[in-house]
C-alpha cells in the first residue's frame, strides 16, 4: 500500500486538476459554493487559484458528499483510487427497452464469435465498432424519462 505521503501528494494532484476542470467548464466556485452549501473560502481551501501559489487542503468524505450534484461526476471520480468511479444511477429506466437492447446486445455479439465471421471467433474491427455503436445507444434508454 502506498505511503500516506504519496496518497496526499496524488490528491493534491487531482484536487488541481479538478479545480482547472472547473474553471475551463465555467463552474464558479462561488456558484458551486451556493449549490452545494459549502463555504466559499472552504471550497478555494481544496480547489485553490491553479497559479500554484496555495496547496489543496484535504477534503474530508462530508464535502465530496455535498459536491455531489453539483461538480460532475467524471472530475469527483478523480478523488477516487484509479478504476473507480462516481456514477448516477439512471430514474425512470423503461426496463422493457433495456431487455430488448440486452437481447440484441446478445444476438450481436453471438454472430461476431462465429466461426464464420470475419475473423473467426475473435472480434474484427467491423464488429467491435457495430457492437460500439450498439452500446452508444445504452445512454438513450435512461435519458428517455
Not at 45 to 74: I, T, W
Amino acid at each position: 500500500m502506498a505511503d500516506n505521503s504519496n496518497i496526499v501528494r496524488a490528491m493534491r494532484e487531482r484536487q488541481q486538476t479538478i479545480r482547472r476542470q472547473l474553471d475551463q467548464r465555467s463552474i464558479s466556485l462561488k456558484a458551486l459554493s451556493m449549490d452545494s452549501g459549502i463555504g466559499y473560502s472552504t471550497l478555494l481551501s481544496y480547489f485553490p487559484n491553479p497559479d500554484g501559489a496555495a496547496e489543496p487542503a484535504q477534503m474530508p468524505v462530508s464535502a465530496v458528499y455535498m459536491l455531489c450534484g453539483h461538480v460532475p461526476n467524471d472530475l469527483l471520480s478523480l478523488l477516487l483510487p484509479d478504476g473507480n468511479m462516481i456514477v448516477s444511477v439512471p430514474e425512470g429506466v423503461d426496463h422493457d427497452a433495456l431487455e430488448a437492447w440486452c437481447i440484441e446486445f446478445l444476438r450481436i455479439k453471438g454472430e461476431a464469435h462465429r466461426p464464420n465471421s470475419p475473423a473467426g471467433r475473435d472480434l474484427s474491427g467491423c464488429e467491435d465498432e457495430r457492437l460500439d455503436r450498439h452500446v452508444a445507444t445504452l445512454r438513450g434508454i435512461s435519458d428517455a424519462a
